[in-house]
């Protein structure tokens, strides 16, 4: 068996990992490198959709390899590209929605299934219905829109408006009901979405044995493989011990100590951290912080990171708040209930958003089923104890309809990384200033940067110490590290069984 570390050796993100054995390959996930598109591009500047993959091909931030979608090629890459090599690409497996680990697949030709859990699936399908666009091709999962060549060189690429949308293949690790009524359901436009096929994992054949397991993460639906060929795989993906699902991870745990290749995340091996916050303490801190808070309370936590949304919502039924989401957040609630039967949206609130007219996906969904959910910004200034908001930086501008006079705002999300995030901070803390509330969480330094508290957030990501744990109970034969800034870390610690590879480099085992 051959791997190849395309992307995310040295990065947390960007995983790209590449399996071929016998003329049959996989990817492990297929994801966009954050750090490295950074060093081109930031909010208002980015990668130019009219010439298709033709810019990221230039900065080298997609391998160099025969396999992307024939209309996002314009006709002066055409002829560079099929001199690349076109490997056998099976599937890909999806270790879970987040963009670091999916936001490249849909620039893959469209012949490649994808393979992941039905809450991955749903989650990417509402990511796109509830997207405006966006300036890349992250979302455009499972489906598309096809571009066609707007001037007669094939230069420039553009949506053809009159086409319905392409989907792809979709392989589900277990059994979801009619999930694939809402997959292929078009929430977003007029137009349709093409049906393609949807199967099980168990019996289908991508020319290994591959066995999906679910474990605990951020996100709901994370998944971790093991791949049987010539030898056995492991694949963690993003992973945890401390959150609500950690035992699930611990199944994982076992059956992968008959895998002789380990294929690990590192996010946290380089940091020193001498505490390793669970959900539940993160629970336990923000109830407490809300049982003593007065006024509005605001929640502040990473999109899509459904398992605090719950916490906070047994925090508002336990202080006799009522919790209030996005229409966003309550479309992807909707979403998640198709794959488990579980209505998160009981007992929630939804922001009446002022503008001037609802998307589809909200007009048809949430206010279609939901109407009576809805609250309006006056009706929280009235009462505003009565309610935690789940708010971002970006809802900010939605205060100056509720203007609230005081209240609590609890950040509970990871710390910045990067100048452009610091000044985020910066930003958040005038608007929160501006309304006399009380942050927790974070605070801004006389230097403008963020400082931030502990105990409001739980990392997705296996602690440095629980991971040297988890790698010595699998003890394979060989560790292949990931999504890392330091996977020399892995020599020093495992020595010859540690495979540092750089990206593009391959081994075969």
């Not at 399996?19 to 049959?24: A, F, L, M, S, V």
């Not at 314009?74 to 002829?79: E, I, K, N, Q, V």
Request: proline share 3%.
């Amino acid at each position: 068996m051959k791997v190849v570390v395309y992307d995310g050796a040295d990065t947390i993100g960007g995983s790209k990992i590449y399996i071929e054995e016998n003329g049959n390959g996989l990817f492990l996930d297929f994801g966009m490198n954050f750090a490295r598109y950074s060093r081109y591009y930031e909010e208002f500047i980015s990668e130019r959709t009219a010439r298709g993959i033709y810019d990221l091909w230039r900065l080298d931030l997609i391998p160099k390899l025969n396999i992307y979608r024939a209309d996002l090629i314009p006709r002066d890459l055409a002829s560079e590209v099929v001199r690349y090599p076109k490997v056998p690409v099976n599937a890909v497996l999806i270790s879970h929605a987040h963009l670091d680990h999916v936001g490249n697949i849909a620039l893959l030709d469209e012949s490649i299934p994808i393979v992941g859990s039905p809450t991955t699936l749903v989650i990417l399908k509402a990511l796109n219905d509830t997207s405006s666009g966006g300036s890349h091709f992250g979302i455009e999962l499972p489906y598309y829109k096809i571009k066609k060549k707007k001037d007669s060189e094939g230069y420039i690429l553009e949506v053809d408006r009159k086409a319905d949308y392409p989907s792809r293949s979709v392989i589900l690790t277990e059994k979801a009901g009619e999930l694939d009524k809402f997959l292929f359901y078009s929430a977003k436009t007029k137009k349709k979405i093409i049906p393609n096929d949807v199967k099980i994992l168990d019996g289908e054949d991508l020319g290994f044995e591959v066995k999906a397991f679910s474990i605990d993460h951020s996100i709901y639906g994370a998944t971790a493989y093991i791949v049987e060929g010539d030898v056995s795989l492991a694949y963690t993906g993003d992973f945890r011990l401390h959150g609500k699902n950690g035992n699930e991870t611990r199944k994982f745990i076992k059956v992968a100590k008959s895998a002789s290749v380990l294929i690990t995340e590192g996010t946290r091996v380089g940091r020193e951290e001498h505490e390793n916050v669970s959900e539940q303490e993160v629970y336990e801190n923000a109830l407490k912080i809300v049982e003593e808070a007065k006024g509005l309370i605001i929640a502040d936590f990473s999109a899509r990171n459904f398992e605090r949304l719950e916490s906070f919502k047994e925090i508002a039924e336990k202080t006799g708040r009522e919790l209030v989401v996005t229409a966003k957040d309550a479309y992807f609630l909707y979403a998640l209930k198709i794959v488990n039967g579980v209505d998160r949206l009981n007992g929630l609130k939804i922001y009446e958003n002022f503008k001037a007219s609802r998307q589809k996906w909200e007009e048809l969904v949430v206010w279609s089923n939901y109407s009576e959910y809805y609250v309006s910004p006056f009706e929280i200034r009235e009462n505003p104890e009565n309610y935690i908001l789940c708010f971002s930086f970006y809802d900010m501008p939605h205060l100056l309809d509720i203007m609230p006079n005081s209240g609590t705002y609890i950040y509970s999300s990871s710390e910045a990384f990067g100048e452009e995030q610091e000044f985020s901070f910066l930003r958040l803390w005038n608007w929160l200033k501006y309304f006399r509330f009380e942050v927790r969480g974070f605070r801004v330094a006389g230097d403008g940067r963020p400082v931030f508290e502990k105990g409001l957030h739980a990392s997705g990501h296996i602690s440095r110490e629980e991971l040297i744990e988890v790698i010595n109970e699998i003890d394979p034969d060989y560790i292949v590290p990931v999504h890392t800034e330091n996977p020399w870390w892995f020599k020093d610690n495992w020595g010859e069984k540690a495979i540092v590879l750089k990206n593009g480099e391959s081994w075969e085992v």
